[in-house]
């Protein structure tokens, strides 16, 4: 069974930086891309990030570049998401999502499955 | 990449169909056959129901089905049930010059 499992969540300041995990289990970790999505509360979802399944290939909405960084370590089938400079606008639900490996080990607009989020709160 | 455009919300009656429209532009839906949508229902994660406009996954109903016609990409629900109440959210890949992809803003669907 496929289980994705964020944690890292919680209150920042602005400016300030906080890494999210997720750990991954049920599958090929290093077979799928994965990425980040979130959701700020009471609205949409807003795709993040993505990493291939080797981890030589990241991507990031125009967002979020130069301030998040994305990695995978697929020896403890754990994604990452270094938040730095965090903005109030950033505070959301953030969830790892797997990609179902359509395009092999590169990344999709497909997820198939997802974790349960964990809430990143920027406030003073 | 602008977010797709969708209807705030729907609604419907048990056993009736519904659609739900997904409108984009030449440079995401109109250019891949890569439209996903996904259903919310609230506190929860999303779940995945159409991909690859048309193709559903495994153990999603066949109640649920997408197609897509040039800039639009719609998912109609037949045979409304209760448990179709939800927030349903279209996706498209949106890259030209590098990996991008696009949400809709999400439509609440209402089974009254």
């Known amino acids: 069974e496929v289980q994705l499992l964020e944690s890292g969540g919680g209150l920042v300041q602005p400016g300030g930086s906080l890494r999210l995990s997720c750990a991954a289990s049920?599958?090929?970790?290093?077979?799928?891309?994965m990425s980040w999505v979130r959701q700020a509360p009471g609205k949409g979802l807003e795709w993040v990030s993505a990493i291939s399944g080797s981890g030589g290939s990241t991507y990031y909405a125009d967002s979020v570049k130069g301030r998040f960084t994305i990695s995978r370590d697929n020896s403890k089938n754990t994604l990452y998401l270094q938040m730095n400079s965090l903005r109030a606008e950033d505070t959301a639900v953030y969830y790892c999502?797997?990609?179902?490996?359509?395009?092999?080990?590169?990344?999709?607009?497909?997820?198939?499955?997802w974790g349960q989020g964990t809430l990143v709160t920027v406030s003073s | 990449q602008s977010a797709l455009t969708q209807p705030a919300s729907v609604s419907g009656s048990p056993g009736q169909s519904i659609t739900i429209s997904c409108t984009g532009t030449?440079?995401?839906?109109?250019?891949?056959?890569?439209v996903s949508w996904y259903q919310q229902h609230p506190g929860k994660a999303p779940k995945l129901m159409i991909y690859?406009?048309?193709k559903r996954p495994s153990g999603v109903s066949n109640r649920f089905s997408g197609s897509k016609s040039g800039n639009t990409a719609s998912l109609t629900i037949s045979g409304l049930q209760a448990e179709d109440e939800a927030d349903y959210y279209c996706c498209s890949y949106a890259g030209s010059s590098t990996f991008d992809v696009v949400f809709g803003g999400g439509t609440k669907l209402t089974v009254l």
């Open positions: 030449s440079s995401d839906v109109g250019s891949y056959n890569l």
């Open positions: 999502a797997k990609d179902p490996g359509l395009t092999r080990e590169l990344p999709s607009n497909t997820f198939d499955y």
């Open positions: 690859e406009v048309s």
């Open positions: 049920g599958f090929t970790f290093s077979s799928y891309a």
